[in-house]
């Protein structure tokens, strides 16, 4: 990541960082927007359990829940409500990529009703 940072490309990257301490360390070379995706534990366990082949069973879901450490307001990116369609949700995630790189990062703000 650092690399094509350095190289001048924009680099989009999916992983769970459900921990400030993990996005801190990812942010450590370059700023980096985060997009949350925030849904219910109903809907997180539905959507695990229609994965075929994944290798994170939907049992684990409770424990991710638990762990997770939701942006901060002093984290640069946005909280999207994720319980939606996924065509929807893409919609967002795309205008939320072109407005953090168009307008420089803001502090956390939430899209949607969480």
């Not at 695990?48 to 049992?59: E, K, V, W």
């Not at 967002?92 to 899209?111: D, K, W």
């Amino acid at each position: 990541m650092e690399g094509h940072v350095r190289d001048g490309h924009t680099v989009v990257a999916s992983c769970s960082a459900l921990r400030r301490t993990y996005r801190e360390r990812l942010a450590q070379t370059a700023p980096v927007f985060f997009i949350h995706l925030s849904l219910s534990p109903e809907v997180a366990r539905g959507r695990m359990a229609q994965r075929n082949d994944h290798f994170m069973p939907p049992s684990l879901s409770r424990s991710q829940a638990k762990t997770l450490e939701a942006l901060e307001n002093d984290e640069f990116g946005a909280t999207l409500d994720a319980d939606g369609e996924v065509t929807h949700l893409l919609e967002e995630v795309l205008a939320c990529l072109r407005n953090g790189v168009l307008f420089g990062f803001v502090a956390n703000f939430r899209v949607g009703s969480h």
